[in-house]
């Protein structure tokens, strides 16, 4: 596992892959990470079941309030730290 492992990321970083030689690499690193971890317990990418992917779990969680934008309320994406150290 781990030399089909070398060989596709080398592919890979080479930029000689192909789109089939990505997803060879990215089942091999996921029963790479299952031999190595154990199974995962969820239906995400890489684990052989589910939508390939297309469905991302997202758990959504409290956000500090300091990452909220004071004027929109929305999540800062690039916040700007003043010298004061306000943002």
Do not use: W, Y
Not at 33 to 51: I, M, Q, Y
């Amino acid at each position: 596992r781990r030399r089909r492992l070398r060989r596709l990321v080398a592919a890979v970083a080479a930029g000689s892959a192909d789109a089939e030689a990505f997803d060879e690499a990215a089942e091999a690193l996921a029963k790479l990470r299952d031999a190595e971890l154990g199974p995962r317990k969820d239906n995400r990418v890489g684990d052989g079941h589910g939508d390939g992917g297309q469905n991302r779990h997202r758990t959504e969680a409290a956000v500090p309030e300091h990452f909220l934008c004071p004027i929109s309320s929305e999540i800062m994406r690039d916040p700007v730290v003043l010298a004061s150290g306000q943002i």
